[in-house]
């Protein structure tokens, strides 16, 4: 349920309202605008509609949400969700760009790959730990060895840490290198993981799940949200068609439709979207014209040699390339870059 504050509504009337609704049994969400204070009140919405809330002092409007999806959704909070990185946005006017290897192999590489990634301007590094791989005898990661070399490329270069978790076993080692946690696509229903995220206070990538619909998608966001963290950034990264062709199909669609229903950012993964290099600046630009907060793009120094993904990965000279052209697309959408 939705309860819309009257705009004088006083701190009191607020708060009343709030105690209220926590004595029935439900919780309770805030959201402040800029114009209204809306609080949203998630559980067994028909206890509330037994109970006069809109009589009381101060609300304006009750209504229902008619959404499965209740805290990440545009009719609980109208504005777009910001989510604040140490200063950098993603969500806002600026599109970010998150880059690097699929997964951390060694130093040199990470470094090497990094400081070039770091000279375009992008703020964020991306590079996994913890792999999920098809197969059991494919490179896994390195395991904090890699997370500590990222923390050396984040103090060469200044950028961001994003990197994966898979397993809510591992979760204290990656909270304390990671400045963004992705969720994989693999493990975008790991309920159990998405409510071990939910409770953290460091922001979340959740990847759109290999045959996910948009609306399992922001249930699973929902997961995170509900258990109070509520800073979430989308990913969609391709979905399994018929098309083999291409190692998924992008869609493209997806960012004008969750930007409708839901208030958080969302970013491309063209990379994994395509899984060939040479399609990856292509749809990096079409995603960004059609509305992309950001895109997550593999880029390795070597990608003949990778041990994970070399064949979707850009050479930084192709990512610079790439990310100035970006520049004149973001800036035709009347973004930043
Ligand atoms: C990744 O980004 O490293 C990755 C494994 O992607 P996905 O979960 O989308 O397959
Ligand atoms: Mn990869």
């Not at 209504?63 to 969500?91: A, C, T, Y």
């Not at 809510?168 to 992705?182: E, T």
């Not at 460091?202 to 948009?214: D, E, H, N, Y």
């Not at 070597?302 to 993904?309: E, F, G, Q, R």
Request: hydrophobic share 40%; glycine share 8%; with cysteine.
């Amino acid at each position: 349920m939705i309860i819309v504050l009257k705009k004088g509504a006083t701190k009191e009337e607020k708060e009343n309202i709030i105690n209220k609704i926590e004595s029935l049994g439900l919780s309770v969400h805030v959201s402040e605008g800029k114009e209204r204070t809306i609080i949203g009140a998630i559980g067994d919405e028909s206890i509330l509609r037994e109970r006069p809330i809109n009589s009381m002092p101060g609300v304006e409007s009750v209504m229902p949400i008619l959404k499965p999806f209740k805290l990440v959704s545009r009719e609980f909070q109208k504005e777009d969700s910001i989510i604040n990185i140490s200063g950098d946005e993603i969500g806002g006017n600026k599109i970010q760009i998150i880059a690097g290897p699929c997964s951390v192999e060694d130093k040199e590489s990470l470094l090497t790959t990094a400081k070039d990634v770091a000279k375009t301007g992008t703020a964020f590094l991306r590079g996994g730990a913890f792999k999920p791989r098809t197969s059991p005898y494919s490179f896994q990661g390195l395991g904090e060895e890699g997370l500590k070399y990222l923390k050396e490329a984040k103090e060469a270069t200044g950028m961001r840490i994003v990197t994966e978790l898979m397993d809510p076993r591992d979760l204290d080692v990656i909270y304390k290198y990671a400045d963004v946690i992705q969720i994989g696509a693999r493990n975008m229903q790991n309920f159990r993981l998405l409510k071990e995220v939910g409770g953290m206070d460091k922001p979340v990538l959740l990847k759109r799940g290999l045959s996910a619909t948009i609306k399992e998608f922001l249930m699973s966001a929902e997961y995170i949200a509900s258990e109070g963290n509520r800073q979430i950034i989308l990913c969609e990264r391709g979905i399994r068609t018929f098309e083999t062709e291409m190692r998924n199909t992008l869609d493209v669609s997806v960012i004008p439709a969750i930007k409708r229903l839901s208030h958080l950012p969302v970013v491309i993964d063209p990379s994994h979207a395509v899984g060939r290099w040479d399609l990856v600046s292509a749809v990096s630009k079409a995603a960004i014209a059609a509305g992309a907060d950001g895109l997550l793009i593999e880029v390795h120094c070597d990608p003949l040699n990778a041990l994970c993904d070399g064949s979707q990965s850009l050479k930084p000279n192709k990512f610079a390339k790439l990310y100035e052209e970006l520049k004149r697309i973001a800036k035709a959408v009347d973004r930043s870059l």
